[in-house]
T-cell receptor, first 114, second 116 residues
Framework: AQSVTQLDSHVSVSEGTPVLLRCNYS??????LFWYVQHPNKGLQLLLK??????LVKGINGFEAEFKKSETSFHLTKPSAHMSDAAEYFC????????????FGTGTSLTVIP | KAGVTQTPRYLIKTRGQQVTLSCSPI?????VSWYQQTPGQGLQFLFE???????NKGNFPGRFSGRQFSNSRSEMNVSTLELGDSALYLC???????????????FGPGTRLTVL
């Protein structure tokens, strides 16, 4: 079975400090993993994806994530938070056992303090 | 390329009515998935269509249905609306594959449905 656990429902950081959003997954097959961001009253925007190539994935807006199979983790990081990063972030898992179906985490709300 | 478009963006209905939401995928994408997003339940998968056929279905009652047309545009219908159907309905498109392999999904802005 596939599932995603986002370990923090809320994260607050000061502007200019690092961001860490944590995600653990379970998957019966080699997974595809994604991070999406959702700003208020907007749809979801793809930040980055892992599909069995390099384990360190770089995305848009300075975000990156590292796939660690031994820890079944796919944490999202950014070296320096910007006010515009304040949003809801979703970790997603999919694998060939699920076809094209995405399994979403419950989301992490990121607050950036000026 | 134009992104995924959804119409209408906002809808207000009353209990017992039915509603149809529309989604136009990115040109060339053959798979369309629908999700319901609520504060309490988060993002839940409704169904996926590929080449006019429903390929995956989530755990929703039969009041929720969908279809896909030959141009890959999709509609979802909710009949006999309940208060709990108030949500943001998101559509996502992907290239899709006949084998059902996972692909990156690109989301539309959503339709905000309010049931009174």
């Amino acid at each position: 079975a596939q599932s995603v656990t986002q370990l923090d429902s809320h994260v607050s950081v000061s502007e200019g400090t690092p961001v860490l959003l944590r995600c653990n997954y379970s998957s019966s097959y080699s997974p595809s993993l994604f991070w999406y961001v959702q700003h208020p009253n907007k749809g979801l925007q793809l930040l980055l994806k892992y599909t069995s190539a390099a384990t360190l994935v770089k995305g848009i807006n300075g975000f990156e994530a590292e796939f660690k199979k031994s820890e079944t983790s796919f944490h999202l990081t950014k070296p320096s938070a910007h006010m515009s990063d304040a949003a809801e972030y979703f970790c997603v898992v999919s694998d060939r056992g699920t076809g094209n179906q995405f399994y979403f985490g419950t989301g992490t709300s990121l607050t950036v303090i000026p | 390329k134009a992104g995924v478009t959804q119409t209408p963006r906002y809808l207000i209905k009353t209990r017992g009515q039915q509603v149809t939401l529309s989604c136009s995928p990115i040109s060339g994408h053959r798979s369309v998935s629908w999700y319901q997003q609520t504060p309490g339940q988060g993002l839940q998968f409704l169904f996926e269509y590929f080449s006019e056929t429903q390929r995956n279905k989530g755990n929703f009652p039969g009041r929720f249905s969908g279809r896909q047309f030959s141009n890959s545009r999709s509609e979802m219908n909710v009949s006999t609306l309940e208060l709990g159907d108030s949500a943001l309905y998101l559509c996502a498109s992907s290239l899709g594959a006949a084998s059902g392999a996972a692909g990156t999904q690109y989301f539309g802005p959503g339709t905000r449905l309010t049931v009174l």
